[in-house]
């Protein structure tokens, strides 16, 4: 059984993934609203919801984060770990957060990498089922059919010919130049953080791809699941808007099977819970939370 204490979750075999837990403030309460259940994305790691969960703390919901393999205070740091491995620790921290927050609805949440580990895990045999609903924020789902041939074979010949290369994020900004956030400040906290990678290693990108493409063709083997909410921007620079369509269209389509809305920010950016108008994405999604039918876990709290 995974174990899940303050600051660690030990899963099924036996790793330990550091955590973060940003408790509810409820006043008279005697539990939280709600559990979020964080994962973050490619290069970061729990931290980088230090800033939404101190507004859902405010709000009653508890928000705990992981460092997913291969990332933060990880194990392995660096080292790709598998997206099927990724989505058992996933599966292993809800049960955890059932165990520690009984009777609290829990909600899974991915912000990029970890929106496609979230939503990979919706179809996956078993499918990820105990949770109250689903939150992608900005999902990774630019898959290898959505990129130009040019992309698909620089990464295949890179992959297996120069497999242990570890590119720099200064040697990615000179082939395409983006940007995250227009949160300037938390973008250069970031890059002083030793936390952040600031390297990856050309497997880890061809595994994320691999990610990616589940991800994406996520929408077609799901049948059954809790209700999904997807948030992206229209100043998104890291996820082309195509890719991301054709899975919000895939998601519309499962109607009535699965409850699924959308918000599009007219003013957001990629890291949508980071930017200078993250506070109002993250009280969309508290209401979104609250606006659930619990199944019975716990009663809408007045």
């Known amino acids: 059984m995974p174990v899940m204490s303050d600051d660690v979750i030990v899963v099924r075999d036996g790793t330990r993934l550091p955590l973060r837990h940003w408790e509810a403030q409820g006043g008279e309460l005697q539990k939280p609203r709600a559990v979020i259940l964080a994962l973050h994305g490619m290069s970061d790691y729990s931290n980088a919801f230090d800033m939404p969960a101190k507004v859902w703390a405010k709000l009653g919901i508890t928000t705990l984060a992981y460092d997913q393999r291969g990332f933060g205070n990880s194990e392995h740091s660096g080292i790709w770990a598998g997206a099927e491995i990724m989505r058992e620790d996933l599966e292993d921290a809800v049960g955890a957060a059932r165990t520690r927050y009984p009777g609290v609805p829990v909600f899974a949440l991915g912000e990029s990498m970890g929106g496609a580990v979230v939503l990979s895990a919706l179809s996956s045999d078993p499918p990820l089922s105990n949770v109250d609903g689903v939150i992608l924020v900005a999902p990774a789902v630019w898959s290898r059919s959505d990129m130009p041939l040019s992309y698909r074979a620089a990464l295949f010949l890179a992959s297996h010919l120069m497999p242990r290369v570890i590119l720099t994020n200064n ?78 269209a895939g998601l519309k389509a499962k109607a009535p099977k699965v409850a699924f809305e959308v918000k599009r920010y007219e003013q957001g950016w990629h890291m949508l819970l980071r930017d200078l108008e993250g506070e109002a994405v993250d009280r969309d999604i508290a209401d979104w939370i609250f606006a659930r039918p619990q199944s019975g876990t716990q009663q809408k709290a007045s």
């Open 171 to 248: 040697a990615a900004s000179k082939v395409v130049s983006v940007t995250p956030s227009d949160n300037v400040p938390m973008l250069r906290a970031l890059g002083r953080d030793p936390l952040f990678q600031k390297q990856t290693r050309v497997t880890t990108l061809y595994g994320l791809v691999d990610l990616m493409d589940q991800a994406r063709n996520a929408p077609d083997a799901i049948r059954t699941a809790p209700p999904i909410l997807l948030l992206y921007g229209a100043h998104d620079q890291i996820i082309p808007a195509a890719p991301t369509q054709a899975v919000i």
